[in-house]
């Protein structure tokens, strides 16, 4: 079966920590997304990468890093400089970008207190 | 970057009743897509119409743009209580190969 595989689903960190969460996909897609959702709002994009080795920063990439080394993969690290990190965060990738669907993965969420 | 904004944010109805929700946007789209999301899940795709399209169908599902209001609609018809989740609409109105997603739209079917 195709698809994108995030895990865990449930991460706990203590604050200070940084903390990398996994995506790895078998759709043989070039973009891939990471996006962070907050109780009842909508999905905000933080980097996005439409070919290996190549990411670009989203609307609030302060505080998180990528990496795109292999098609399949792009882990995010969100990092101690990231003031509230405590969210769902959701990866996505696509065949070609904004204009083929986007497949989700089923989130990951977490939480640092 | 642009952002989707769909109206009403939130839709209570019986089952077997249409449920209609709008979706409006700032600038210039190359397409539009609407994505379903059950509690605690990731994203679906629903249905993408492209801005030289006016309405597109899709099982119970069907969309109209109209790109001179810069507006969507997303109308479920013969409700079930499966069709209980979020509704997103999404508009690569930002550009540079990204999709900016609105709030949502949370839709309740009551069996």
């Known amino acids: 079966d195709g698809g994108i595989t995030q895990s865990p689903k449930y991460l706990f960190r203590k604050e200070g920590q940084n903390v990398t969460l996994s995506c790895e996909q078998n759709?043989?897609?070039?973009?891939m997304y990471w996006y962070r959702q907050d109780p009842g709002q909508g999905l905000r994009l933080i980097y996005y990468?439409?070919?290996?080795?190549?990411?670009q920063k989203g609307d609030i990439a302060e505080g998180y890093s990528v990496s795109r080394e292999k098609k399949e993969s792009f882990p995010l690290t969100v990092t101690s400089a990231q003031k509230n990190p405590t969210a769902f965060y959701l990866c996505?990738?696509?065949?070609?970008?904004?204009?083929?669907?986007?497949?989700f993965g089923n989130g990951t969420r977490l939480t640092v207190t | 970057s642009q952002q989707g904004e769909e109206d009403p944010q939130a839709l209570s109805i019986q089952e077997g009743e249409n449920a209609t929700m709008n979706c409006s946007y700032k600038?210039?789209?190359?397409?539009l897509q609407w994505y379903r999301q059950n509690s605690g899940r990731g994203l679906v795709h629903l249905i993408l119409?492209?801005?030289?399209?006016r309405e597109k169908h899709s099982g119970r599902l069907r969309v109209t743009l109209d790109t001179s209001k810069k507006s969507s609609s997303l109308l479920i018809t013969a409700s079930r209580a499966a069709d209980t989740a979020s509704y997103f609409c999404?508009?690569?109105?930002?550009?540079?190969?990204?999709?900016?997603f609105g709030k949502g739209n949370q839709v309740v079917v009551i069996p």
């Open positions: 119409i492209r801005s030289n399209e």
């Open positions: 759709l043989n897609h070039d973009a």
């Open positions: 999404a508009t690569d109105a930002g550009g540079n190969n990204r999709l900016a």
């Open positions: 600038t210039s789209i190359n397409n």
């Open positions: 990468s439409q070919i290996v080795n190549d990411f």
């Open positions: 996505a990738s696509s065949i070609t970008g904004a204009n083929s669907p986007l497949h």
